[in-house]
């Protein structure tokens, strides 16, 4: 399933971005075919190009974001 843009959490665009850019071949298919009437979300190559230059910029962040999400702090109750 494709993820879904949440506008309060920017890794999920990274997520979405990485899967979109992953099957463009599909993407691209779907919005050539006229009688769905998607043409106007056509992707030209210089878009495609951006979408995955963005994606590989938001890849650090959400690895960087992980790594701070995953660490566990020690607490003593005094």
């Known amino acids: 399933m494709m993820p879904r843009d949440v506008a309060t959490r920017w890794n999920y665009t990274y997520e979405m971005l990485s899967f979109a850019y992953t099957y463009r071949v599909a993407y691209n298919n779907l919005t050539d ?22 994606a590989s910029v938001l890849k650090v962040w959400s690895h960087i974001s992980s790594i701070i999400c995953s660490i566990t702090y020690l607490s003593t109750d005094l």
């Open 33 to 54: 075919n006229r009688d769905m009437k998607m043409r106007k979300y056509t992707l030209e190559d210089s878009e495609w190009q951006l979408v995955d230059q963005l």
